[in-house]
């Protein structure tokens, strides 16, 4: 399971019990054998993978660490167990889906909580359900896009003293509409809650808050509602590059579904799918772990090196995660775990992708050419 088989599960069982040492199963016998295992236990697992993140979280923007929460939706295989659990959203093919979200660290990528539920299930609900379990720092910064910008989130960041930093229609209510209409661009406000905010938000009182319109290179004006009121310290054009770090969580999203085949599954029930979700997400804070140790030998390499790269470089998240799935057996079976992870980040940190105004361009040691790669 850890593993994340993508092959049939003759094939991928035969090949975890032969690292084993282990005699060879019928995949049907493994079919049976995870159904004795409760998806909490790979949720546990992650879990322990991030519950000291600020040990490894080194990588800060103004003193902050950020950290991006957003959602998707997840396709599901087709059997009467998932329909049931999770519901038909495409009654012509009478498929499911679910929904998830993610609590992400975009400087280092490594995700502090995820929640997958039925779509009935609003992504504002799943985000509350992750800050239960994210004590509130001085120094975490959250950043929320759009689905997020109304007054019971932001009061709620604001009564938990969490700073953030949310983007919001510029339309969709009558404070919008009003700070829009403001000549300044950036001024701190009292934001008071509609009557229907009032009843969402169980209060009355207001909020004082940091409006920031950020004007984009296409013309468009974004609107964001934070907390960062010390506007010496963080300028305009500051919140306009934080605006372009919430991305991040949106390539931690594409990491789990296109890149390591999220909605790949080896199963038809609802117990299974939760299992492979939480497998996944744990296989990708183990390569933000193994990529934050191979980080810190590139830019030592950097460094000594006597000539000055034009470039800034990164690992190769694809290529760190063929190298963990290589050695994920390992990693929870042997004794010399200390040698299984130099020799894992060493073989990361050797693949390197250039970094360029947002833009990978440059995959070294590959088959690709230099042509412009966008990162989303």
Not at 17 to 45: C, H, P, Y
Not at 331 to 359: C, D, M, Q, Y
Request: aromatic share 8%; with cysteine; net charge positive.
């Amino acid at each position: 399971m850890l593993q994340l088989f993508k092959e049939y599960a003759d094939s991928d069982t035969e090949d975890v019990l032969s690292k084993l040492g282990k005699q060879e199963v019928a995949g049907s016998a493994f079919s049976q054998a995870r159904n004795n295992i409760e998806w909490q236990f790979f949720s546990d697992l992650f879990a322990i993978s991030s519950e000291d993140y600020d040990r490894f979280t080194t990588a800060r923007w103004k003193g902050y660490s950020v950290f991006g929460g957003d959602g998707s939706m997840l396709n599901l295989p087709a059997s009467k167990q998932i329909r049931g659990y999770f519901g038909v959203q495409t009654n012509s093919l009478k498929t499911s889906l679910a929904r998830i979200l993610l609590v992400y660290d975009v400087l280092t990528g490594l995700t502090l909580q995820a929640r997958l539920g039925r779509m009935s299930t609003g992504e504002s609900g799943l985000l509350d359900d992750c800050l239960l379990e994210i004590p509130p720092r001085p120094d975490d910064l959250l950043m929320l896009d759009r689905n997020f910008g109304n007054f019971h989130i932001a009061h709620k960041m604001t009564c938990e003293g969490r700073p953030f930093c949310i983007q919001t229609s510029t339309g969709i209510s009558n404070f919008a509409k009003a700070v829009m209409a403001d000549s300044r661009m950036d001024f701190i406000t009292e934001w008071a809650p509609s009557r229907s905010e009032r009843e969402t938000a169980k209060t009355s009182e207001t909020i004082r808050v940091r409006v920031t319109k950020a004007v984009l290179d296409s013309g468009e004006t974004e609107l964001l509602v934070n907390s960062l009121l010390d506007m010496e310290s963080i300028k305009t054009e500051d919140l306009v590059e934080l605006y372009g770090m919430r991305w991040g969580v949106k390539e931690g999203i594409k990491n789990l579904k296109p890149k390591i085949k999220g909605e790949q599954f080896g199963c038809r029930k609802p117990q299974g799918i939760y299992q492979e979700f939480y497998a996944h997400i744990l296989a990708m804070n183990l390569v933000a772990l193994a990529g934050i140790a191979a980080t810190e030998q590139i830019e030592k390499k950097s460094r000594t090196r006597k000539k000055k790269r034009k470039l800034t470089y990164k690992y190769n998240w694809k290529n760190a995660f063929l190298q963990l799935r290589k050695r994920i057996v390992e990693l929870f079976s042997r004794e010399s775990v200390e040698k299984i992870l130099e020799t894992l980040v060493n073989k990361i940190a050797r693949k390197l992708v250039a970094v360029k105004n947002g833009k990978e361009i440059l995959e070294k040691g590959s088959r690709k050419t230099g042509k412009d790669q966008p990162i989303l």
